[in-house]
Antibody, heavy 120, light 108 residues
Framework: QVQLVESGGGLVKPGGSLRLSCAAS????????MSWIRQAPGKGLEWVSY????????YYADSVKGRFTISRDNAKNSLYLQMNSLRAEDTAVYYC?????????????WGQGTLVTVSS | DIQMTQSPSSVSASVGDRVTITCRAS??????LAWYQQKPGKAPKLLIY???SLQSGVPSRFSGSGSGTDFTLTISSLQPEDFATYYC??????????FGPGTKVDIK
């Protein structure tokens, strides 16, 4: 069965960095677009970043552009999010999500999420 | 950017009730809309994609309709496991995939 397992969250000071990972299993990872989506405590969902199946096409939300970097290693079935210059408003649960086959911008499987807290 | 609104923001309903949630886009998005269900402490779950296509494994009491700017999610007969928050998401304004603010369905 499809599984996405995020890791790497934690407490970090403003201006600090963190790298999130998402381990995928149960499907051919290299065939699918992937995204990171976040949810601030008690708030709604915000799409953060997208990467194509090969990694050649990448997009970011304006709120993270220039600070976050998405990447993937298809040999390791893994997705990553490097987060630099973190701000308090980046505090959220970060989910990795798989884009649907044939429509990569609907998200058919999600991980359980990893909490990132930015606070001094 | 396309803005998404949902109404109502919350609804109280009983088991067996028919529940309708509306999502409106600030500009036309054709049928590029999905609906997700989220329970507390859990990841969202895809229910409907392309406005009206039922995701595999989702009960048929869930249905979606609409195109352009106005969309509806209907639960034909509310079940205990359906108490959750529901989000719409537009995928027309690529690559900015905006979500609605959510509608909480709770027990009357």
């Amino acid at each position: 069965q499809v599984q996405l397992v995020e890791s790497g969250g934690g407490l970090v000071k403003p201006g600090g960095s963190l790298r999130l990972s998402c381990a995928a299993s149960g499907f051919t990872f290299s065939d699918y677009y992937m995204s990171w989506i976040r949810q601030a405590p008690g708030k709604g969902l915000e799409w953060v970043s997208y990467i194509s199946s090969s990694g050649s096409t990448i997009y970011y939300a304006d709120s993270v552009k220039g600070r976050f970097t998405i990447s993937r290693d298809n040999a390791k079935n893994s997705l990553y999010l490097q987060m630099n210059s973190l701000r308090a408003e980046d505090t959220a649960v970060y989910y990795c999500a798989r884009g649907m086959d044939g429509s990569g911008w609907f998200f058919d499987y999600w991980g359980q999420g990893t909490l990132v807290t930015v606070s001094s | 950017d396309i803005q998404m609104t949902q109404s109502p923001s919350s609804v109280s309903a009983s088991v067996g009730d028919r529940v309708t949630i509306t999502c409106r886009a600030s500009q036309g998005i054709s049928s590029w809309l999905a609906w997700y269900q989220q329970k507390p402490g859990k990841a969202p779950k895809l229910l409907i994609y392309a406005a009206s296509s039922l995701q595999s494994g989702v009960p048929s009491r869930f249905s979606g309709s609409g195109s352009g700017t106005d969309f509806t999610l209907t639960i034909s007969s509310l079940q205990p496991e359906d108490f959750a928050t529901y989000y719409c998401q537009q995928a027309n304004s690529f690559p900015s995939f905006t979500f609605g603010p959510g509608t909480k369905v709770d027990i009357k």
